[in-house]
């Protein structure tokens, strides 16, 4: 007696396609690029005209750490002018 033969179905999925990217696409992308690129090196330049920055003619020594300085805030503006 022969033997039928079995066959087994085998499915296979189809991969999509990719779409092909259109220039107006490419060209957005490339503006927010150079957007995200130099808005840190923008905002780094000193815009001031005289080319001079604000800076305090005060000197002032590093600023004591304590808790009433903390919480009356006037450690955090005498902190800031000595870092600056």
């Known amino acids: 007696m022969p033997e039928?033969?079995?066959k087994k179905n085998?499915?296979?999925v189809a991969?999509?396609?990719a779409k092909?990217?259109?220039p107006l696409h490419k060209i957005l992308w490339g503006i927010i690029l150079i957007i995200l690129f130099f808005t840190p090196i923008y905002l780094s330049k000193d815009r001031s005209k005289d080319g001079k920055r604000n800076v305090k003619n005060e000197k002032s020594g590093k600023?004591?750490?304590s808790t009433a300085s903390w919480?009356?805030?006037s450690y955090q503006r005498k902190l800031e002018d000595y870092l600056h």
Request: no cysteine.
């Open 71 to 73: 919480f009356n805030a």
């Open 63 to 65: 600023p004591v750490f």
């Open 15 to 17: 991969t999509p396609k």
């Open 20 to 22: 092909p990217v259109s």
């Open 4 to 6: 039928k033969s079995k």
């Open 10 to 12: 085998i499915k296979t």
